[in-house]
T-cell receptor, first 111, second 114 residues
Framework: SQTIHQWPATLVQPVGSPLSLECTVEGTSNPNLYWYRQAAGRGLQLLFYSVGIGQISSEVPQNLSASRPQDRQFILSSKKLLLSDSGFYLC??????????FGQGTRLTVV | AQTVTQSQPEMSVQEAETVTLSCTYDTSESNYYLFWYKQPPSRQMILVIRQEAYKQQNATENRFSVNFQKAAKSFSLKISDSQLGDTAMYFCALTQGGSEKLVFGKGMKLTVNP
């Protein structure tokens, strides 16, 4: 069966520090991968999606970037965090453009 | 472009009653999928139900069913015999055939009262 791992679960980082959130999927190959951000009490904003290694589509121009160095690994990064980067980040995978399956999420607080 | 609209930000229902959550969407494609996700206080996103656009029959999953009105681009979720564990944020989502994007509505907070 397929599983998705996302870490860390909680992160507190100072303004201006770098960020790296990692997501890995097991039990499937060539999945579509997604990064979403959810502000407190609000909906999911699609940040990046990827259909293959090295293929990244950005939905919202911002302080973040994403990379997919391996088929089942998706990384969300920032060189210098802003206060506005605080939020709940969710990684997800999807087979063949259907429903998505989500990781546990990372609560990021930038202080 | 694909969009999903949930116009009710919050609802409450008494335990054991039935509640309907509304969702409208817009897409230019004829092949697409619609979903309802549940996000309890743990914040884990859980797939509740899915509907393929080419299927006329409304999807059902135990106490959860949808009313899919393709012409009206409406996709509502009915929860029967509401339980306390149904208290959560509910999100409607859409993905178009041939597109990798999965787009969500803003969500609706459902509270089931004892």
């Amino acid at each position: 069966s397929q599983t998705i791992h996302q870490w860390p679960a909680t992160l507190v980082q100072p303004v201006g520090s770098p960020l790296s959130l990692e997501c890995t999927v097991e039990g499937t190959s060539n999945p579509n991968l997604y990064w979403y951000r959810q502000a407190a009490g609000r909906g999911l904003q699609l940040l990046f999606y990827s259909v293959g290694i090295g293929q990244i589509s950005s939905e919202v121009p911002q302080n973040l970037s994403a990379s997919r160095p391996q088929d089942r690994q998706f990384i969300l990064s920032s060189k210098k965090l802003l206060l506005s980067d605080s939020g709940f980040y969710l990684c997800a995978w999807s087979p063949l453009n259907t429903e998505a399956f989500f990781g546990q999420g990372t609560r990021l607080t930038v202080v | 472009a694909q969009t999903v609209t949930q116009s009710q930000p919050e609802m409450s229902v008494q335990e054991a009653e039935t509640v309907t959550l509304s969702c409208t969407y817009d897409t230019s494609e004829s092949n697409y999928y619609l979903f309802w996700y549940k996000q309890p206080p743990s914040r884990q996103m859980i797939l509740v139900i899915r509907q393929e656009a080419y299927k006329q029959q409304n999807a059902t999953e135990n106490r959860f069913s949808v009313n899919f009105q393709k012409a009206a681009k409406s996709f509502s979720l009915k929860i029967s015999d509401s339980q306390l564990g149904d208290t959560a944020m509910y999100f409607c989502a859409l993905t178009q055939g041939g597109s990798e994007k999965l787009v969500f509505g803003k969500g609706m907070k459902l509270t089931v009262n004892p």
